[in-house]
């Protein structure tokens, strides 16, 4: 009995690993999810899902500008996908070796200041007083982004009337939530 299961299993047995039907039992990627937060991030050029997958992986393309808390979470879903998807097709890959081999290649790109997408700051931003437009950020999570050497460049160099609006603008954000509820 034994050896006729073996040789005709049944079908649960055969799925011990769950795709999704567009994975097609691992040969591609299912990244629809992952589509719709990306063309939802504000300033980003909407794209259809062909587009998407064929560039979804270029990072650098994406302006330095725009990569704010929005789009960290988009490619911390990225990340959590794709990492679900290599345990499902390879499960006998070590993963943190190879998250490890990527981490340090990273630092390497970084220290040098060779890693793409993030030029160093050149122009405008390298000198003290650069301009901040700052109707493009809806909360300091996205300010705080930019980093606080940027920050206090732009701070620098403006004078606090733009803080203040900006301020002003998100006291406005919570006392409008806050008669909401």
């Given amino acids: 009995m034994k050896y006729q299961n073996r040789e005709n299993p049944s079908e649960e047995a ?5 795709f999704t039907d567009e994975e097609g039992y691992g040969k591609y990627l299912d990244l629809h999810e992952c589509y719709e937060k990306f063309i939802n991030l504000k300033g980003i050029e909407k794209m259809d ?4 997958l064929s560039t979804f992986d270029q990072l650098f393309d994406v ?5 704010n808390a929005a789009y960290k979470e988009y490619l911390l879903s ?5 990492e679900d998807y ?13 998250m490890e081999t990527v981490k340090q290649d990273f ?18 931003l390298a000198h003290t007083g650069a301009h901040l437009d700052l109707s493009a950020f809806s909360s300091w999570e996205e300010l705080a982004s930019l980093g606080l050497d940027r920050l206090k460049s732009a701070f620098n160099g403006s004078g606090t009337e733009m803080w203040r609006n900006f301020g002003r603008k998100s006291y406005e954000v919570v006392q409008y939530q806050r008669k909401e509820t």
Avoid: M
């Fill in 14 to 18: 055969q799925n011990i690993v769950e």
């Fill in 86 to 98: 290599t345990h499902r097709v390879r499960p006998l890959l070590d993963l943190n070796d190879e």
């Fill in 107 to 124: 630092d390497l790109q970084w220290i040098e200041g060779s890693f793409l997408g993030w030029p160093e700051a050149t122009g405008a």
């Fill in 63 to 67: 302006p330095k500008d725009r990569k």
């Fill in 78 to 82: 990225l990340l959590e996908y794709l």
């Fill in 49 to 52: 899902y062909l587009t998407f």
